[in-house]
């Protein structure tokens, strides 16, 4: 008894030398926003773990049980179908193959966020969704982050593309984000200037968490995360900053297999038939009172991927997180870099499968690169569309190296910037990569899109910019004078008033519009119903070849609409669009594609309700000497939790486009803290 108490008291100590909690602090400025200081960057994760699930234990929670195959025995059926997702997308084969690619250094930061998440739900045991859903282990964590890459690369509409027969539909309706970086060179004040803006959801498993991490190992970054997320995705340390933005390029493929005429389970690859491997994939759902009952799931793989069976035949899939688990060591790496060639050094891994970085440092360096894991394919297939899968030669053989990426440093313009739109245009139109010189395979596009094309409008017009400058771009709220959604919308502005009929008055309010989307706009509403509209009936109309009929007509819907929902013509952008949060509704401003872009979706009453857009802001300024100079804003708040002052105390500044002073100075953080303490 005595030898096994030692035992247990040798094995406590040497837990608390490494996640020692009372060694962890947990600093919330008057914001609520977590700074996190510990001694070691393993401690600094299980603080991180430990605040984050004080600000939203929910989020995280349907993260991990996405990720255990949990989601049916917490939503149900509605949740059944993400268990057979990660089941079909192997989540735990691909970690239990690339775990020991993984750096022992990062292995530690990950088991210190494990064991904060673990040691949270042990003690808010009431809070936990699931029973026996904690403890979360090392491969529970990767499996979440193995499929929050996957679906951020598009695995969800893949499949279910794929289950209904659409195998080649794309969505290219940007709704991304906006990364500029302004040389010393070119602002009046000689500093460096980052915009790190991106466009997430405002709310669930993608919305952006704000927190400081600070180390005696070096550990010195703010900036955002995802709910799970152990280390922070984009912003700031002392030297150096990036923006991520979403990116296009070919991330997945679809074969479509020659199955056997008399033997469905049998495929041809060269002159052989091969077996497709099945699988039970086993699925627990709750469907009432708490009961649940068990379910299995065929599932099918090939040598190309997981294969999903339609009425057109046969077709796999693969995607480069089936090979790479390592994203978020290379996040932290990121983290870490001091300068650009340490950055660079990070990024060789090729272990984050997509994203654009815009990069900018206190020692005036910028960079841009269109990041991707990319495979190697052979030229002689067509790889934008499904590709044969019966031959070893569309096998994917290895994967392109950082160098082979399209990526510019120090362009002479002084400037970089992408706003989803295509690598090929990041600068000044000297500055800019050909894409002619890049491999065709790799997928990248040369293209453009509303806010790239107002960028350049707004950019042209400055030789230096001053810091309100900078301001006035990130807030820019105007489309530029012809637009390039999706559906073409500029035939509307050259309509005949005459010809309208009753929704003269309409069109005359859209043709005066002068394409601003600030709140009390009046025109951007309406457009974006008639956009609205259009887009409902997209499969029943030529979306590239729109009659005029079928314009006027469209204009009358908006008529319709606004008399119907809101009994007059005359309405602002602020009275049909919201930003929500709880019971309170504000009204807000932006359109899809400007710059300080909203995406709305119906909420009820003929209003919309804000879902996607300006989220997580930074702007940073890095002077020659000292401290970058750091403003931030989080849409809502640092809490996700209703009954916390930090629910939505920042919404009136984000509203007014104002943010709040943020430092990397853990003392001067100290000295102004509202609280201090320890995680348990």
């Not at 605040?51 to 989020?59: G, I, S, V």
């Not at 009046?188 to 959801?201: G, I, K, Y």
């Not at 991330?251 to 002159?271: G, I, T």
């Not at 038939?273 to 469907?287: A, D, F, P, S």
Request: with cysteine; charged share 25%; net charge negative.
């Amino acid at each position: 008894m005595r030898l096994l108490c030692l035992l247990l008291l040798l094995a406590s100590t040497i837990c608390k030398g490494q996640f020692n909690p009372s060694e962890i602090e947990i600093i919330r400025d008057e914001w609520g926003v977590p700074h996190i200081y510990a001694p070691t960057d393993a401690q600094v994760s299980y603080g991180l773990a430990w605040a984050h699930a004080e600000d939203d234990f929910e989020t995280i929670q349907e993260i991990l049980l996405a990720a255990k195959q949990m989601m049916g025995r917490y939503q149900g059926p509605d949740g059944a179908p993400i268990d057979y997702v990660v089941g079909l997308l192997r989540c735990e084969d691909i970690v239990n193959e690339h775990l020991d690619e993984v750096d022992s250094a990062f292995i530690k930061i990950a088991k210190g966020y494990i064991a904060g998440l673990n040691a949270y739900a042990k003690s808010h045991k009431d809070e936990v969704l699931v029973k026996k859903a904690f403890p979360v282990s090392l491969t529970d964590v990767f499996k979440a982050y193995v499929l929050q890459l996957a679906v951020q690369d598009g695995a969800d509409n893949l499949i279910r593309n794929l289950f209904d027969g659409n195998i080649d539909t794309v969505d290219f309706e940007t709704k991304g984000s906006n990364a500029f970086a302004i040389s010393r060179k070119k602002t009046t004040s000689d500093e460096v200037f980052l915009a790190v803006n991106s466009h997430q959801p405002l709310e669930g498993p993608a919305a952006w968490y704000e927190a400081h991490l600070v180390s005696d190992e070096g550990w010195n970054m703010l900036g955002g995360l995802f709910p799970g997320g152990p280390v922070i995705f984009h912003g700031t340390n002392e030297h150096l900053g990036w923006a991520h933005t979403v990116n296009y390029f070919d991330k997945r493929d679809v074969f479509q297999l020659e199955m056997h005429p008399e033997d469905e389970n049998l495929y041809r690859v060269d002159d052989e038939w091969m077996e497709l491997e099945k699988r039970k994939i086993k699925l627990k759902v709750k469907v009432f009172l708490g009961i649940k009952i068990g379910v299995k799931r065929d599932a099918y793989y090939s040598v190309y991927g997981p294969v999903v069976k339609n009425d057109k035949g046969f077709f796999a899939f693969h995607m480069a997180v089936f090979d790479e688990i390592r994203a978020i060591e290379q996040w932290y790496k990121m983290n870490k870099a001091t300068n650009l060639s340490e950055f660079k050094n990070a990024l060789s891994m090729t272990a984050i499968p997509s994203f654009n970085i815009v990069y900018a440092d206190k020692y005036d360096s910028l960079f841009y690169v269109g990041n991707g894991k990319v495979p190697f394919r052979n030229p002689k297939y067509d790889w934008s569309s499904t590709i044969p899968g019966n031959t070893s030669e569309t096998i994917p053989q290895g994967y392109h190296p950082f160098t082979d990426l399209p990526q510019i440093t120090n362009p002479l313009s002084g400037y970089l910037f992408n706003t989803n739109n295509g690598a090929f245009n990041a600068t000044a139109p000297a500055d800019n990569l050909n894409l002619s010189d890049y491999d065709s395979t790799m997928g990248y596009r040369a293209f453009d899109n509303n806010r790239s094309y107002r960028f350049m409008e707004l950019i042209d017009q400055y030789d230096q910019l001053s810091w309100s400058d900078f301001l006035d771009i990130k807030y820019d709220a105007t489309l530029p004078d012809s637009l390039v959604y999706w559906i073409d919308l500029n035939p509307v502005f050259d309509l005949d008033p005459a010809l309208a009929d009753s929704a003269s008055q309409v069109l005359g309010i859209i043709q005066s519009w002068n394409k601003n989307a600030d709140v009390d706009a009046m025109g951007a509403a309406h457009l974006n119903i008639l956009y609205k509209g259009l887009a409902r009936i997209s499969d029943k109309i030529d979306v590239n070849n729109i009659s005029t009929e079928q314009y006027y007509k469209a204009v009358d819907y908006v008529r319709r609409y606004l008399i119907r929902y809101f009994g007059k013509i005359e309405v602002t952008l602020g009275e049909y669009q919201k930003l929500v949060r709880g019971n309170d509704e504000y009204p807000i401003g932006g359109l899809p594609d400007v710059i300080a872009a909203i995406n709305s979706d119906y909420m009820g009453e003929g209003k919309v309700r804000a879902k996607t857009g300006e989220s997580y802001i930074m702007m940073v300024r890095y002077p020659k000497e000292g401290l970058p100079i750091i403003e931030t804003i989080n849409v809502f708040g640092a809490s996700n939790r209703p009954e916390s002052p930090h629910y939505d105390d920042q919404i009136s500044l984000f509203l007014n486009q104002k943010r709040k002073q943020m430092t990397l100075d853990i003392e001067e953080v100290r000295k102004n803290a509202k609280s201090i303490y320890h995680p348990e």
